[in-house]
C-alpha cells in the first residue's frame, strides 16, 4: 500500500524565556510574539505573552529571572518565513512611567534538539540632545508602536539604537514531516533519532550562540 506524501509539515517550540542581564535596570517585565511568513500558521499555543514582573534579588549574578515557558505548534507548506520570537523588555522610570528597555529577535532554531540562545537588546535613540532631554523628563521614550518591526528590518535603517541588555531563551524543537517533503534540517550525521510511529525529529543538540 502506497504511503501519501503530506500536504504541510509541523513545527513545535516549547521552552522559556529563562531570564535577562541589563545591569541599570531593575524590576523588568517581558512581553513576546512570533513573526512568521504567509505560508505558516500556528495549530496550537500561544502566538504572544507577557511575563511577570521580576527583580534581581541577591543572587551574585544580579540577573533577572522570569523562566516564563514558551509553547507554540506551527504549520507550514515551505520554510521560507521560518518563524522568529520577538523579546520587548519593560519597566519603570525615575516618574513611574512604563518604558521600554530593550528589543530584541531571533529565528527559531532550525535543528530539532534542545538550544540555548542569548538575544542582544537595543533601544531606539533620539536624534537631537534636546529629544532625548523632552523624552526623559516627559516619560515619552522613543519606541516602535508595533515590536514586530523587529524581525522584519523594513524601514529599521533609518533607526538610531543602542545596545543595551541581553535576554536568554531556551528551546526543545522537534518537527515533523519535512523530511517527507524534501527538506533536512538535521546533521549529516547517523545520530538522528526518530519515531517511526509519530514522524517527530527529536534529536537533541549542544548549541552554543
Not at 83 to 91: C, D, E, M, T
Not at 115 to 127: A, C, G, S, W, Y
Not at 139 to 162: C, F, L, M, S, W
Request: aromatic fraction near 12%.
Amino acid at each position: 500500500m502506497a504511503t501519501s506524501i503530506p500536504s504541510v509539515f509541523l513545527l513545535t517550540v516549547n521552552g522559556q524565556i529563562e531570564g535577562a542581564n541589563f545591569p541599570e535596570y531593575d524590576n523588568l517585565y517581558c512581553k513576546y510574539c512570533f513573526v512568521y511568513g504567509h505560508d505558516w500558521a500556528p495549530t496550537s499555543g500561544l502566538e504572544e505573552g507577557i511575563t511577570q514582573i521580576t527583580c534581581k534579588g541577591s543572587q551574585p549574578s544580579h540577573r533577572l529571572i522570569w523562566n516564563f515557558p514558551l509553547e507554540i505548534t506551527f504549520k507550514s507548506t515551505n520554510p521560507s518565513g521560518w518563524p522568529q520570537l520577538v523579546v520587548s523588555v519593560y519597566g519603570s522610570d525615575v516618574f513611574g512611567n512604563d518604558v521600554v528597555r530593550g528589543y530584541g529577535a531571533t529565528h527559531i532554531p532550525f535543528t530539532p534538539g534542545q538550544h540555548t540562545r542569548t538575544i542582544p537588546m537595543f533601544v531606539p535613540e533620539p536624534t537631537w540632545r534636546l529629544q532625548k532631554f523632552t523624552s526623559w523628563l516627559l516619560g515619552r521614550r522613543p519606541e516602535y508602536t508595533d515590536p514586530k518591526v523587529v524581525a522584519q528590518g523594513e524601514g529599521r535603517e533609518v533607526t538610531r539604537v543602542r545596545s543595551q541588555g541581553f535576554v536568554t531563551v531556551s528551546f526543545h524543537i522537534m518537527t515533523k514531516d519535512m523530511k517527507k517533503l524534501g527538506y533536512d534540517t538535521g546533521p549529516s550525521s547517523a545520530a538522528h533519532t526518530q519515531s517511526a510511529a509519530s514522524g517527530w525529529s527529536t534529536e537533541e543538540q549542544s548549541y552554543r550562540t
